[in-house]
């Protein structure tokens, strides 16, 4: 019967056969019905939790809820099918995107008990870059001011979970630093979120550079960091230059009801853009002829439906 369940499941996978997966359930369910008469039954625990992926990537929810269930009702061990069957339910219990702060809260559990359980085995880390992935499409919703300082606890736990498992993906690692700075300055916590935000800075300063101006940006809009020494940052790069003077006119224009900006800032942004600009073209004309720029590592996040991928 096992191999028959997994020949279907096969089926039903490679060629999205709703058909074949319907015939995996089937004996699925004969096989649960069986166990509870006293007979043990001859299949592996695993197949419900495949059986339950491939029911959520064909739309199937209500197998993919009732395979999950009977997984769980057979006390699993900790493995990586039961981070798949956490990452399965937490995609089944996403609620819309304008459900409320307490209605994601079923499903960041979900993904973070998957997280809580892989980074205990290497074998098994990839599936918390995975749960990261899934995570952050969940709670997207909530990444816009007066909701996201609910994500505190949360994102929290998995940025650190990411930096214990040392993920080599050094961009998304740095994706999420930067919203957990946004989401702890929507909360109030500004000591803390200038305290993070040092640490951020010199992760990003060691692995990924390119993104250090996204998190100047921060830093200026929030003043996380001494006025003096953003200044002294900003002549280092005209590209900080820019957003050290756009940011704080962006700061008056806040404050307009206690300081009115002056028409100079502009005419001093414009000019900085104009220098950028300059700079960069006379780059481009001295430098010799050369082989494109090589193609970063390819995007590792996953597709919702198949949360069990490894990425390369």
Avoid at 12 to 30: C, H, P, V
Avoid at 80 to 106: H, I, M, N, W
Wanted: aromatic share 8%; charged share 25%; net charge negative.
């Amino acid at each position: 019967m096992e191999r028959d369940i997994r020949q279907y499941l096969t089926e039903a996978k490679e060629r999205q056969d709703s058909g074949a997966l319907q015939s995996a359930y089937r004996l699925l369910e004969n096989v649960a019905v069986v166990g509870t008469s006293g007979r043990t039954p001859r299949i592996a625990p695993e197949l419900y939790v495949v059986c339950a992926e491939a029911a959520l990537q064909l739309g199937c929810l209500e197998i993919s809820t009732a395979c999950l269930k009977m997984y769980f009702e057979g006390n699993p061990p900790d493995n990586q099918f039961l981070c798949r069957a956490y990452l399965c339910r937490g995609q089944l219990k996403s609620p819309p995107a304008t459900g409320s702060v307490g209605d994601f809260e079923e499903a960041v559990l979900c993904f973070l008990k998957a997280i809580e359980i892989s980074k205990h085995e290497p074998r098994y880390f990839f599936l918390a870059f995975n749960a990261s992935v899934l995570y952050l499409q969940t709670v997207r919703p909530l990444l816009q001011p007066g909701r996201c300082r609910h994500l505190v606890p949360s994102l929290r736990q998995v940025v650190q979970s990411l930096d214990e498992v040392a993920d080599q993906d050094h961009s998304w690692r740095a994706e999420l630093m930067m919203h957990l700075i946004k989401c702890l300055v929507d909360a109030g916590e500004m000591e803390d979120a200038a305290s993070f935000a040092k640490v951020t800075e010199e992760f990003m300063k060691s692995h990924v550079p390119h993104l250090y101006p996204r998190l100047f940006t921060l830093l200026v809009q929030h003043k996380l960091t001494e006025r003096d020494v953003l200044i002294e940052l900003s002549r280092q790069w005209t590209t900080l230059a820019v957003i050290y003077r756009i940011q704080e006119f962006n700061n008056k224009l806040e404050e307009m009801n206690e300081v009115e900006p002056t028409k100079e800032e502009p005419e001093q942004i414009f000019r900085l853009l104009m220098d950028c600009t300059e700079a960069s073209a006379a780059a481009v004309d001295s430098s010799p002829p050369q082989s494109p720029t090589p193609i970063q590592p390819a995007d590792r996040s996953v597709a919702p439906s198949d949360p069990n991928k490894c990425p390369s």
